[in-house]
């Protein structure tokens, strides 16, 4: 079965970044793309970014520029540099593979990030 484990996030001032990980484990990780999703409070989980396995990028709207999603391989991790952090980016950032797969993998537990002063 794969596993999903997400980890980097905490609590960081408005403007600040953080790098997230998330490591990868049962299955052959370079085929798949790879997304990041997030959920904040009281709302819904949203698509963040996408990497295909040719490492091709796409992005929400929301972000503008500020996150940018990359994989290493080798290390079955894929990861979201978050720069110029915003009060609203607050949620539990998750992976998983991009919407409309046939067979999506089980939710990790995701990574909880708080951008407050």
């Known amino acids: 079965q794969v596993q999903l484990v997400e980890s980097g996030g905490g609590l960081v001032q408005p403007g600040g970044s953080l790098r997230l990980s998330c490591t990868v484990s049962g299955t052959i990780f370079s085929i798949y793309a790879m997304a990041w999703y997030r959920q904040a409070p009281g709302k819904q989980r949203v698509l963040v970014a996408i990497i295909s396995s040719g490492s091709n990028t796409n992005y929400a709207d929301f972000v503008r520029g500020r996150f940018t999603i990359s994989r290493d391989n080798a290390n079955k991790t894929v990861y979201l540099q978050m720069n110029s952090l915003k009060p609203e980016d607050t949620a539990v950032y998750y992976c998983?593979?991009?919407?409309?797969?046939?067979?999506?993998?089980?939710w990790g537990q995701g990574t909880q990030v708080t951008v407050s002063s």
């Open positions: 998983n593979q991009p919407p409309g797969v046939v067979a999506r993998w089980e």
